[in-house]
């Protein structure tokens, strides 16, 4: 899983600036950083973990294709063997 830094002194500050008080800045830099500090996914995890299961899906589709078409070569066959037998 990738790494992701988070300045809590900066985003603090920032929220100083934009109104709210130290201890809320505080606080809400302390929480930030507490969700920061588990692991997060990212998009480049999610394609790592997913190019198995493409791989899997690409067989499944070329399976039912090839499984319809033999089906559907089946009924012609059968239905042209059924016209053509003598009434």
Known sequence: MSAITF???????????AGA???YAK????ALAE?????????KDLQIELA???????LLKWMVGLSLAL???MIALLARIAFSLPK
């Open 7 to 17: 300045d809590t002194l900066k985003f603090a500050e920032r929220l100083e600036k």
């Open 35 to 43: 969700v920061f500090g588990t692991e997060i996914v990212t998009r």
């Open 52 to 58: 198995p299961v493409r791989s899997e899906l690409t």
């Open 21 to 23: 008080t130290r201890e």
């Open 27 to 30: 606080a809400e830099a302390e």
């Open 71 to 73: 089906s559907t070569g």
